[in-house]
């Protein structure tokens, strides 16, 4: 049965099915028919619409109908000249006094095994960061003459700004003696931590020469908060013979795990085969040499550190192994879990896979099942349990979450999945380059919205998406976390870092999606640019909500 249309979409009256005016009658004329005819090539199109539809509108109030003639020439008269099409904003500069931008000059020269690092949580700046400065200083103060060590008494540790603010929170002081009586980030035993944590007055025998000092959490001090730092995390270790200063070494912990150090210079490295700086040239070199993204990295790995192929990819290995790892035992522990601290959260990611995985709501399965994943490597780091940076501790949901589906479910090929976190890390070499990895320096755009950027380029990778897919995966999940702040609740990597972990990984899908369904060069925000707005907005940001739990949640919530 057929209904006769009255609403005037046939394109009659809406009163009056039967009557059709001349355009010149109707002031609600389909203006289309104007337009099409009217509009002149020399006046601007959007301000002319607009006059159209004003003087339209005012029609209708006044009573008065002129025609579509006199509408469109009244138009024309109000409206400004056409303009070219205005260039794209150039991108900002950089923050001369974002402490990372400083110091990173020339080609990227960062490899995988600095970048990738496994350790234990929650935070790569606040616990890796910290083990491997106290770890670096056992490894100098050994090597002091005989009759010096001979005299020593003490080893202290003070921590600084962030470190100071928010390293209770994070466990800084256990992972500081840990590496202080030579464990390693990567070997360490989480057990060893957690009876640091259950049994804080413990003592330990450091062997220095023929010297052995006694050590405990007692010698971890927390410094000043606020001062004239070189970096938000600073710290100073010192070997003491009574009053007497043997060795003191200034460090800072400067995210993803990286250290640095008073007068530090970076390790002399070979040059990449194919430099770059910016992923406009990383992308020119793939395109050029008709290859790919991931495959301009493994050549420059290899150039930059000599190593072959095979030791590139035995290290891309271990990371993938440990990220599969960390998200199987964040699934497998119990539903009521409790994590460590004083919020006393509950563990979420058995109960959400649980739930993904029935039947009933098979529907939600997908984000369900990615959830579940970046909550369990999340709440593995909230253990303080192994973790890997990528780019951060903080982060460690997300990446893990993407590879554990494609290897795990999607079942992609493994050499797919190597390559994917290839081009992961240049998407974190780029970020690091021209802006930070570091919440104390960025908020959680540097963590998360970097995390979620690199999975994003994993993703597309794996799936063998071309290099501009790629690039727009990773710009549009790095867009959507631009001015996140850090502001983790009672300084624990917990509340929001949990949740966030699980937004940024299906972040990365829906980036991915997007970008695997448009036109690649329609994307209209290129990833330098949004590279660039990330270090503007991390120097722009209030020091208040860069990790130092000074505002937004951390002020907000209540804890009873
Ligand atoms: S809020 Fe974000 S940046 Fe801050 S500690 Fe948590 S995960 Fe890291």
Redesign the pocket.
């Known amino acids: 049965m057929s209904h006769a249309k009255t609403d005037g979409s046939d394109g009659t009256h809406p009163s009056d099915p039967t009557r059709h005016e001349a355009p010149g009658d109707d002031v609600f004329v389909d203006t289309q028919q104007v337009i099409a005819h009217a509009i002149p090539s020399n006046v601007n199109r959007r301000i002319f619409l607009m006059r159209t539809a004003v003087g339209g509108a005012a029609a209708v109030m006044t009573g008065c109908s002129p025609s579509p003639e006199d509408r469109t020439a009244k138009a024309v008269a109000t409206s400004a000249p056409a303009q070219a099409p205005a260039a794209a904003p150039s991108a900002p500069p950089l923050a001369a006094d974002l402490n990372v931008v400083q110091k990173e000059k020339g080609p990227v020269m960062t490899t995988v095994d600095e970048f990738y690092k496994v350790g234990p949580g929650?935070?790569s700046s606040h616990t890796i960061g910290p083990m491997r400065i106290t770890y670096d200083f056992y490894q100098r103060a050994i090597k002091l003459p005989a009759d010096q060590l001979a005299t020593a008494t003490k080893l202290q540790v003070n921590l600084f700004g962030s470190l100071s603010a928010?390293g209770k929170g994070h466990g800084t002081e256990r992972a500081s003696l840990a590496g202080l009586i030579g464990n390693e980030p990567a070997t360490v035993d989480p057990k060893f931590l957690d009876g640091l944590r259950d049994k804080p007055d413990q003592v330990f025998p450091v062997k220095l020469g023929s010297k052995t000092i006694d050590v405990s959490l007692k010698d971890v001090i927390y410094d000043a908060t606020k001062g004239d730092f070189k970096h938000p995390n600073t710290m100073t270790v010192k070997l003491l013979a009574g009053d007497k200063v043997l060795l003191e070494q200034e460090y800072y912990s400067v995210g993803g795990g990286f250290i640095e150090w008073k007068g530090y210079t970076p390790p002399k490295k070979n040059q990449p085969k194919y430099p770059f700086a910016t992923m406009k040239e990383l992308r020119g070199h793939a395109e050029a040499n008709k290859t790919t993204i991931a495959k301009i990295i493994l050549a420059n790995e290899m150039s930059i550190t000599g190593k072959s192929e095979a030791d590139v990819y035995a290290w891309v290995d271990k990371v993938i192994n440990a990220m599969v790892a960390t998200v199987k035992s964040g699934l497998a522990m119990p539903e009521d879990d409790v994590l460590p601290g004083p919020i006393k959260l509950h563990s979420k990611a058995a109960t959400v896979y649980k739930r993904a995985m029935d039947d009933k709501y098979q529907a939600d399965r997908g984000i369900g099942v990615l959830s579940a994943y970046a909550l369990a490597a999340?709440e593995e780091n909230g253990r303080g349990h192994l973790v890997i940076t990528a780019p951060?501790?903080?982060?460690a949901g997300v990446m893990p979450a993407l590879v554990y589906g494609l290897v795990e479910v999607r079942k992609v090929p493994h050499q797919k999945i190597r390559e994917g976190m290839l081009a992961a890390a240049a998407i974190g070499y780029l970020c690091k380059h021209h802006a930070t990895l570091s919440?104390a320096e960025g908020?959680?755009?540097?963590?998360?919205g970097v995390a979620s950027s690199m999975a994003a380029a994993l993703t597309a990778t794996a799936f063998d998406a071309e290099s501009h897919v790629v690039e727009n995966a990773a710009e549009s999940a790095l867009e959507h976390h631009l001015g996140?702040?850090?502001?983790?609740v009672a300084g624990y990597?917990?509340?929001?870092?949990?949740e966030?972990?699980a937004f940024g990984a299906v972040k990365a899908w829906t980036a991915y999606a997007i970008a695997s369904n448009e036109i690649a060069s329609r994307h209209r925000v290129d990833f330098d640019a949004t590279v660039m707005a990330l270090a503007q907005t991390a120097k722009d940001m209030n020091s208040k909500y860069k990790?130092t739990s000074e505002a937004g949640?951390a002020q907000s919530v209540v804890l009873c």
Request: aromatic fraction near 0%; charge should be negative; hydrophobic fraction near 25%.
């Open positions: 929650p935070s928010t999340s951060t501790g903080g982060s919440a908020g959680c755009q540097a963590e998360i996140m702040t850090c502001d983790p990597v917990q509340v929001p870092c949990i966030r972990c990790e949640l």
